[in-house]
């Protein structure tokens, strides 16, 4: 988390929990919260829960939210639904260090005095109401819900979860036949890259690639069963490739000789010059390479489907929210 933000945040009396990079508390009676960008420094969300009161219609906030970007140097958007208001501030140019905060807090400042000065009301950015609010944190965002709407919320994404899970988890017969028609791509990129002269082992790369994508794109989702069919078509295959490859080199060599030497005749030649150890040398460290190289493809596939697949969303409550006596009640 971004120093001076954490110091503005417990000098202005607010909640600052710096592994999860927020900063919250009330401003002028208005519950805020800062949110961190895990990438960036100087970079954060600003959300500020309220409903329009009697005197402004939510268009007139939102325009005022539009023009106050002319006014706040590091304010890159700001926009406002009806019950939150989301602004987006990033630190950038000529001597940020020193401006940065100064310009969130007056932001803040102004904002929050917006909101007074207009009756907006604090409330659930569910469904409006303006008691039992607790923030939560819903996968990775921050909102403002009253519990009943955060049951729905967290309810929608377990029942999304659960149908990712139950998705395509059968179809076991298509899966083998995309993970071979994939890993023919891969046999056919050992091939062509042997043939040119460079690392054949990149194939092995491209090969559990494919051969994932194609058990997902005919199989469905990428299970434990998926990833163990996936490798072992993978690792059949790159021997396959290899072997061609020797077949190919045999075949070229003889023909120089003899014209009546054909592919096949070259193909089942194989398994004699792999007894010889030169040769048998050259293809375990192909070999060795393009395992490596699978391995490495396997494990970023693995880990991407996974993130994509598990639906595991977490969501947690952060802090209830109480409001100040005076929410509501000024003039
Ligand atoms: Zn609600």
């Known amino acids: 988390m971004y120093k001076k933000v954490k110091q503005y945040g417990i000098a202005n009396g607010l909640t600052v929990e710096e592994k999860a990079g927020l900063v919250y508390g009330l401003i002028n009676g208005y519950f805020v919260l800062i949110q961190q960008y895990p990438t960036t420094d100087a970079k954060h969300t600003v959300y500020l829960w309220a409903k329009p009161g009697t005197t402004q219609p939510v268009p007139a906030t939102a325009d005022y939210l539009n023009q106050s970007r002319s006014r706040f140097q590091y304010l890159q958007s700001a926009s406002y639904n009806g019950s939150k208001i989301t602004a987006e501030f990033q630190g950038l140019g000529f001597q940020w260090g020193q401006k940065y905060v100064p310009c969130l807090d007056a932001f803040l400042k102004e904002v929050t005095g917006y909101c007074q000065s207009n009756g907006l009301l604090p409330c659930c950015e569910g469904c409006g109401t303006e008691s039992g609010l607790n923030l939560y944190q819903v996968d990775g965002y921050g909102h403002m819900l009253c519990s009943s709407c ?3 919320v967290a309810g929608q994404i377990q029942q999304n979860a659960l149908k990712k899970k139950q998705q395509g988890s059968g179809n076991v017969i298509g899966g083998i036949v995309g993970a071979l028609l994939g890993s023919l791509i891969g046999v056919a990129a050992w091939v062509l ?25 005919l199989g469905g989702r990428l299970n434990k069963l ?11 295959m790159l021997l396959f490739a290899e072997y061609i490859c020797l077949s190919i080199e045999i075949y070229k060599v003889y023909n120089d000789w003899s014209s009546s030497i054909t592919f096949t005749d070259a193909f089942y030649s194989v398994p004699y010059f792999l007894n ?10 192909d070999l060795l390479i393009g395992f490596v190289l699978m391995a490495v493809g396997a494990f970023g ?31």
Do not use: F, H
Request: glycine share 10%.
């Open 226 to 236: 998926g990833i163990a069919i996936t490798c072992i078509v993978s690792i059949l």
């Open 150 to 152: 955060y049951s729905n």
């Open 193 to 217: 890259i042997y043939q040119l002269g460079y690392i054949s082992a990149l194939g092995g790369l491209v090969m559990v690639i494919c051969s994932m994508k194609g058990y997902e794109l």
């Open 301 to 331: 596939t693995i880990k991407q489907t996974y993130k994509e697949n598990t639906g595991t969303v977490s969501t947690r409550m952060v802090a209830p929210v109480t409001m100040s006596s005076q929410n509501g009640m000024n003039p």
């Open 276 to 285: 010889e150890p030169e040769v048998m040398g050259a293809v375990v460290k």
